[in-house]
């Protein structure tokens, strides 16, 4: 197993250079979305669609997908690898609503409020009595300005190297993208092979999956960025 896990401790370089990669090709059914794939030994999976001509030059929006035991009180996407300076997605249950959060940690505290990843959430969103699952298009989730303010973005052309983290313990308010919440319960690195999911389909993946009717619009409620 490539899968790497520590309850807080910072990864030796050598897990980080892997040379293959965790995730592999998966259709979701909702959708018609075919994702790179990864899941990890919590049981939580992470999925993601590219542009065809996704790659370092330039900034390019991603299709994401999360599905989670929906006892977890949050699970979380570090963009960068890392926990602090790079896009965080965070999302949880509430009820048979699933809400997002973008965040970026400044520190080894609660991370605060991004506003530079803008997410739009698409069909395949939904909550049932065992998982909930968040799909989303993000303009802002592969590109960032780093630690230094230097632009930086994800070569979508390669394998790239993806943090997670969860807790189990819920979220202040779960109904809203802006609660507070506490620290994992544990984080864990793997590599996502970005080149591989990369489709000349990834437009009409988008427009076939925009969230535009009621009874989607019913099964979220979401955060300051709203849809
Ligand atoms: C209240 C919220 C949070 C608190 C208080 C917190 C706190 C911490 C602390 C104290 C460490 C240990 C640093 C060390 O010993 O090296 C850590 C590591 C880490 N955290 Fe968080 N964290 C929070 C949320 C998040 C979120 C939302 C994510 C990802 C989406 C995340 C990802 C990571 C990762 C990947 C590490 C490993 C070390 C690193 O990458 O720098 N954390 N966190
Ligand atoms: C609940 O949702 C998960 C994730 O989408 C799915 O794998 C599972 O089959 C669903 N369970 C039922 C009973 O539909
Ligand atoms: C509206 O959304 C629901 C729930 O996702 C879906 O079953 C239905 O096919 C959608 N209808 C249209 C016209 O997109």
Redesign the pocket.
């Known amino acids: 197993m490539k899968w790497t896990s520590s309850l807080a401790g910072l990864l030796s370089l050598s897990t980080l250079v892997s040379a293959q990669s965790d995730s592999e090709s998966f259709v979701d059914a909702?959708t018609g979305i075919t994702f790179q794939s990864a899941t990890n030994s919590e049981g939580v999976t992470y999925r993601l669609a590219l542009p065809a001509d996704a790659s370092a030059e330039k900034a390019y929006d991603v299709i994401i997908q999360i599905v989670a035991p929906v006892e977890l009180g949050w699970v979380g996407w570090a963009w960068g690898g890392a926990m602090t300076y790079n896009p965080l997605t965070v999302v949880w249950a509430n009820g048979n609503n699933v809400v997002y959060s973008s965040r970026q940690a400044i520190g080894y505290y609660t991370p605060i409020q991004y506003e530079e990843a803008k997410y739009t959430v698409l069909?395949g969103t939904?909550v049932n009595a065992t998982h909930f699952k968040f799909t989303a298009v993000c303009a802002g989730c592969a590109s960032w300005a780093d630690f230094d303010g230097n632009p930086t973005t994800l070569d979508g052309t390669s394998q790239v190297n993806f943090a997670y983290a969860y807790s189990t313990t819920p979220v202040d308010d779960p109904s809203t993208g802006e609660s507070g919440f506490s620290i994992h319960d544990s984080v864990g690195h793997w590599t996502h092979d970005l080149g591989a999911a990369r489709s000349d389909k990834f437009s009409s993946w988008v427009a076939a999956n925009k969230?535009?009717?009621?009874?989607?619009r019913r099964?979220l409620r979401v955060g300051r960025y709203g849809y």
Do not use: P, Y
């Open positions: 909702d069909k939904s969230a535009s009717n009621a009874t989607l099964h």
